[in-house]
């Protein structure tokens, strides 16, 4: 991956994009970053709002110890920088959905400093470069409420339910290129923060949004002016907000024109951003340290507890199951790309070792490749997730072991699997009640065989003049005639026999 890979061609040559995401994730947490209101999505409005939240007189405010852990255990995924002293910092001005008149943020002394995010283009091929992109902080604080609009034809209405949810807002540097450069950096972000459990990444829930900085240059000038679409909640609105963006500077400026620093917002209908208000400077919001909060001192016994806590990260998962499982650099990726997927497979890979009585390594391939291919494909034509699966990973675990035993065969396997999610019903169950066992009587299959064979004398006669494709057709046709419950393998021996 290399920054020459993406530019616009403009009248007057070739442009360079560059990019720096500031994306607001909601903190997991039960609690409000300082206050003990609920943080349920989708409740009633104003049905989650504390006296803190609606800034009555005399509230005072106490952090969420929770949110605290969280953020520092984001920092610590990223391999970033953890302050042991921060601060909170009002950022004033004033918005009907804002009760307070300030925001309770972390301008000048976040909690967590400079990290790095890994990304790649291209998980299919394992030789595809990869391209550090810097985080410049993470801090903490508090959102707003929500204006509704569409209540009353003359009235708008405040929501108050996400005053003082916590949210991480993690800062890039100006490292990307591209749009697809940001698309992988979001999803990869996205990636760590639900493995570490910080935040669910929800972006149609809003728990999870990006303000997109964009500017244009010619290759090798210093950086242009940046402007700043605000709360884009999707990857595909990320890259097509930077691409629609990008091309809009480089026409104003080969128009003669000069960027302006400003606030926009993206039209996901219209595949447009739209200007909103000039950008402002932090002293247009009166910065200054919240007199009601100390600043927050992190002790050795407290970020060892968060370390502790860390599960293991995508990257290094991916590392484990190319060179402990054996499994391709895809399978790898795209089975660590979600902590839920990783999950599911660990718990499907732990019942099959168990059930076969053999080692992971050993179920790994055939458990990778039955979850990535049938049941994620049998999924998506349900259009379910994989939560929502009607097999389990034990019912999973089952099927296979079945095949590899030579209870039934893969065909059979097949057939099994979708009775399995029409009715919920284990495999052995199935099999059983259905008397879909596969047969290795040999006597049974000799019978078919000659029938086979006697219906088919022009085909066995070319087959022994030569034409050894015609193998497969033989295979086929007994198989059919034994509903598919001969072993294979015995079908295959015989066969050879029975040919010559």
């Not at 909690?111 to 091929?125: F, N, Q, T, Y």
Request: aromatic share 6%.
């Amino acid at each position: 991956m290399t920054d020459t890979a993406y530019r616009i061609q403009g009248a007057t040559g070739e442009w360079e994009v560059v990019i720096g995401l500031e994306v607001h994730a909601q903190v997991t947490s039960k609690a409000k970053l300082f206050s003990g209101a609920a943080t349920d999505f989708g409740a009633e409005p104003n049905t989650q709002v504390s006296l803190v939240d609606a800034a009555m007189p005399g509230m005072l405010p106490v952090p969420n110890r929770e949110c605290v852990r969280q953020a520092v255990r984001t920092g610590m995924a990223i391999d970033a920088e953890i302050n042991r002293w921060s601060r909170f910092d009002r950022k004033n001005y004033f918005y009907a959905d804002l009760p307070q008149g300030y925001q309770i943020s972390q301008l000048y002394h976040p909690i967590v400093g400079e990290g790095r995010i890994a990304i790649s283009l291209d998980e299919k091929d394992p030789d595809a470069a990869t391209k550090e992109i810097g985080i410049e902080r993470i801090h903490i604080e508090q959102d707003a409420g929500k204006l509704m609009h569409d209540q009353h034809p003359t009235r708008s209405y405040v929501d108050l339910n996400r005053s003082g949810v916590a949210l991480m807002e993690i800062v890039s540097r100006p490292d990307m290129r591209s749009p697809a450069e940001a698309g992988a950096y979001v999803r990869k972000l996205r990636s760590i923060l639900r493995y570490v459990g910080s935040c669910d990444g929800n972006m149609e829930e809003g728990s999870m949004r990006a303000d997109v900085n964009v500017s244009v240059r010619k290759p090798g000038d210093p950086f242009g002016t940046r402007t700043e679409t605000k709360n884009v909640n999707s990857v595909r609105f990320v890259m097509a907000a930077i691409e629609h963006e990008a091309r809009r500077q480089v026409e104003v400026l080969e128009d003669g024109g000069t960027i302006v620093q400003e606030t926009r917002l993206f039209d996901p209908d219209k595949g447009v951003t739209r200007s909103m208000r000039s950008k402002e400077d932090a002293h247009d919001y009166r910065y200054f340290p919240d007199p009601d909060l100390l600043p927050l001192e992190l002790d050795d016994a407290f970020l060892e507890e968060c370390r502790q806590s860390l599960p293991e990260l995508p990257d290094a998962k991916r590392r484990r199951y190319e060179e402990a499982l054996g499994l391709s650099a895809y399978n790898a990726a795209v089975l660590t790309a979600e902590a839920e997927t990783a999950r599911w497979f660990e718990a499907l890979l732990a019942e099959g070792a168990r059930i076969q009585g053999k080692g992971e390594a050993e179920v790994a391939k055939a458990s990778a490749n039955w979850l990535l291919s049938d049941l994620f494909g049998a999924l998506n034509r349900l259009g379910k997730d994989l939560d929502d699966s009607p097999v389990s990973p034990l019912k999973g675990a089952e099927l296979l072991a079945l095949v590899a035993d030579g209870t039934i065969s893969g065909t059979l396997g097949k057939q099994v699997f979708e009775i399995m999610l029409e009715t919920g019903d284990g495999a052995e169950q199935i099999v059983e009640e259905r008397g879909l066992k596969q047969t290795s009587d040999t006597g049974a299959i000799e019978a078919e065989i000659a029938k086979v064979l006697d219906a088919n004398p022009d085909k066995v006669a070319e087959y022994r003049g030569g034409k050894d494709k015609l193998f497969g057709f033989f295979v086929g046709q007994t198989m059919r005639a034994m509903a598919g419950k001969a072993n294979p393998a015995v079908v295959n021996e015989l066969l050879k026999k029975a040919l010559g």
